[in-house]
């Protein structure tokens, strides 16, 4: 995993702490897409045994697809409850918002 993030220069993501020289925008899109690519590893190793296309299909709805009640409801809440920042620019709020429904 980190050859890839290596290779994608993303391996500056990778720290506790934002850098001081990074823009609070940039640090968010190199953070997401770290993200991005740790998850998709996961989920094709995860992915390997299945076959088909439908399975492959039908494991990543069981996974991630958010269609129970409970997850509904926590997700509403966690809109609801969004507040703009004033320190932050609209930028970083329609990020952050985006970041959410992911």
């Given at each position: 995993?980190l050859g890839?993030?290596?290779i994608k220069a993303?391996?500056?993501a990778?720290?506790?702490?934002?850098?001081?020289?990074?823009?609070?925008?940039?640090?968010m899109?190199?953070?997401?897409?770290?993200?991005?690519?740790?998850?998709?590893?996961?989920?094709?190793?995860?992915?390997?045994?299945?076959?088909?296309?439908?399975?492959?299909l039908?494991?990543?709805?069981?996974?991630?697809?958010?269609?129970t009640?409970?997850?509904?409801?926590?997700?509403?809440?966690?809109?609801?409850?969004?507040?703009?920042d004033e320190?932050?620019?609209?930028?970083?709020?329609?990020?952050?918002?985006?970041c959410?429904?992911?």
């Open positions: 995993m890839i993030l290596f993303c391996e500056g990778l720290v506790e702490i934002k850098p001081e020289y990074m823009i609070d925008v940039a640090w899109k190199l953070n997401k897409t770290v993200i991005t690519c740790i998850k998709i590893n996961e989920i094709l190793v995860d992915l390997q045994k299945l076959t088909s296309a439908f399975e492959i039908e494991k990543l709805k069981a996974t991630y697809e958010i269609t009640p409970i997850n509904q409801v926590h997700l509403m809440g966690k809109l609801l409850c969004m507040q703009l320190s932050k620019s609209v930028v970083e709020h329609l990020s952050i918002f985006t959410t429904l992911s």
